[in-house]
């Protein structure tokens, strides 16, 4: 699934490939999928992006606006699968959940895996969309300061009892962040998933805040995780430090053997030693 780094490179791209491209034909999804979610229909979508011009995108969490001006943004969401941009003259994959052809013969495809939504909405009206609306800051927006996030651990810390991994990946409490993101925060951090929000310290509150901006910046930097792909199928070039394969081997900061545990609906991968 992407994450907000993911969606960053994604947004870059589009906007060096896509921007000022004229719609020719848009079209919704040859191959049926029940959790793929549109809010239009076939042809009111085609009819609705015809003549339009791609504008400037943006990613909000995980979510990337695409403007189609006038009057419309495209709106991905919490997907999985590849976003992919082809040259004139290239061959149409057989399958597909979103085709739009552009006037000079290239185009663009989505082909999602898992789930997630393909949405086109009049401009303003996405903002209203749910997950959207009220947003809490990423961590790619500059208000993603320190004293934003310690204001933001007094507020969890204050509710019900909250764990790190729990921090990280649920509720859009910290937007665009997910499971395979927070395995690497966690253990650059060094805390454990299960440990406790409203026990950090200043110090471990700091720790943490900086290790969300360090792995972020990084996957941005090096164009995303190594299993997800860019709008030119590239794959990234991040490899995660706490993942499947990091299971059985020594931990890269102590030698420690590398854990795994079933935690808040999914697998948790860390260092017994360095993150107690």
């Known amino acids: 699934m992407f994450e907000l780094p993911e969606y960053v490179t994604l947004a870059k791209q589009i906007n060096e490939t896509l921007k000022g491209k004229a719609i ?11 959790f793929v979610w549109y809010n239009r229909g076939h042809d009111e979508f085609e009819r609705l992006t015809q003549e ?3 504008g400037e995108a943006r990613e909000k969490g995980r979510w990337l606006f695409v403007p189609c001006e006038p009057g419309y943004v495209l709106l991905f969401g919490e997907c999985g699968g590849k976003m992919l941009y082809h040259t004139p003259g290239s061959k149409v994959p057989k399958k597909y959940h979103l085709y739009i052809m552009f006037e000079d013969g290239s185009f663009f495809t989505v082909m999602t895996q898992m789930w997630g939504a393909i949405e ?14 009220g947003m809490k800051p990423t961590p790619a927006e500059p208000e993603f300061t320190f004293d ?16 790190v991994k729990g921090l990280l990946t649920q509720d859009q409490i910290i937007p665009g962040l997910g499971n395979a993101i927070a ?11 299960k440990h406790a929000v409203g026990d950090l310290s200043a110090d471990l509150r700091r720790g943490l805040h900086q290790a969300i901006l360090d792995t972020v910046d990084e996957i941005v930097e090096k164009g995303g995780r190594y299993d997800e792909y860019d ?3 590239n794959p990234g070039q991040y490899t995660r430090l706490m993942d499947k ?21 999914g697998a948790c991968y860390f260092c017994p030693s360095c993150q107690k």
């Open 24 to 34: 020719r034909r848009g079209q919704l999804g040859n191959s049926p999928h029940k």
């Open 231 to 233: 709008l030119y199928g």
């Open 52 to 54: 339009k011009t791609i």
């Open 148 to 163: 934003y996030f310690n204001a933001l651990i007094d507020g969890v810390a204050a509710g019900k009892k909250q764990s």
């Open 245 to 265: 394969n990091a299971v059985g081997n020594p931990c890269p900061e102590c030698g420690s053997t590398i854990e795994k545990m079933q935690y808040l609906g």
């Open 183 to 193: 395995q690497d925060i966690m253990f650059r951090a060094r805390l454990h998933p």
């Open 120 to 133: 086109l909405y009049e401009k303003g009206q996405e903002l209203s969309r749910e997950y959207i609306k």
